[in-house]
């Protein structure tokens, strides 16, 4: 199955088109592929980012002066397109890798022996020491000193996607590695987040920008007092408002999320 494609067909003169695409045996053990997303994405220079794709190169045989090449472009787009939404910003497991969305794992200075690819491991070396020993990782830049980036905000964002995706084998790390688990406890918490606000809680309580106080209520927000604009005199008026698919709402409390909250980081 094609997974990934880019098209390089606008050339002219005696130029030969050409497309570079990527095909995947596995999706079907792929649970993050099952969720309708993927991680394989080209690169720079070519580069692949999912280990268990394979790379296609497909050259025009005539350039786009002959009558033929707009034959063959039309078939390699029927080919290699793909609408398959092509994410890399979470923790995930890929048939037989796991997926860490983190920079520096693998650098020319320090890398972990066991990253693969830069950001990919083997499903089997992903247990909780190796969970340990990349949260306790302190990269060094190249011209000397440890990169702070990657403890400070990097390793926070982990651990929340962590504990989100694999709850299971979070407590597991969380009860041998108490210390670690004890100071990243308040650093990974959801406040400061953007959730998309049809999976708040119900009967959540919210505020906009203008400190108006909005409810939570099925498919709706609704705010009884809303003061911003009056436009039918000085009475607050209640504004009811349906939630959209896009809407999203900054968390500073964690009483209006739950295990069915989705975020958009």
């Known amino acids: 199955m094609i997974v990934s494609s ?3 067909t606008c050339v ?15 999706t079907n053990k792929c649970s993050h592929f099952n969720k309708g ?11 692949i ?17 002959s009558r033929k090449y707009n034959t063959w472009k039309s078939e390699a787009y029927e080919k290699y397109s793909t609408d398959i ?16 969305p983190l920079p520096y794992l693998k650098n020319m200075v320090n890398s972990l022996p066991y ?27 190249l011209m000397g000193g440890i990169i702070s980036d990657y403890q400070e905000k990097e390793i926070p964002r982990f651990i929340r996607q962590f504990k989100e995706e694999f709850s299971d084998l979070y407590e597991e790390w969380s009860a041998k590695y108490k210390d670690t688990a004890k100071k990243y406890e308040i650093s990974a918490s959801n406040v ?8 708040l809680k119900q009967g959540s309580e919210i505020y906009d920008h203008h400190d108006n106080k909005w409810i939570v209520d099925g498919e709706y927000i609704i705010c009884k007092q809303w003061e911003t604009w009056l436009p039918f005199g000085e009475t607050p008026t209640i504004v009811k408002i349906k939630i ?5 709402y900054k968390i500073t409390d964690e009483s209006v999320i739950d295990e069915d909250t989705k975020y958009v980081d």
């Open 244 to 248: 959209t698919d896009d809407m999203d």
């Open 115 to 141: 990253v693969e690819n830069e950001h990919f491991i083997s499903d089997e070396s992903f247990n909780i020491d190796t969970i340990q020993e990349i949260i306790t990782f302190r990269p060094q830049a």
């Open 6 to 8: 880019r098209f390089y």
């Open 192 to 199: 400061g987040r953007r959730a998309y606000i049809n999976s």
């Open 49 to 65: 980012l999912c280990p268990n794709a394979k790379r296609i190169n497909n050259y025009s045989p005539t350039t786009s002066r």
């Open 12 to 26: 002219k003169g005696n130029e030969k088109g050409r497309v570079i695409a990527y095909s995947c045996d596995k």
């Open 37 to 47: 997303k993927c991680v394989c994405e080209n690169r720079f220079l070519g580069q």
């Open 85 to 100: 939404l092509c994410a890399n910003e979470k923790l995930c497991k890929v048939a037989c890798y796991m997926y860490i």
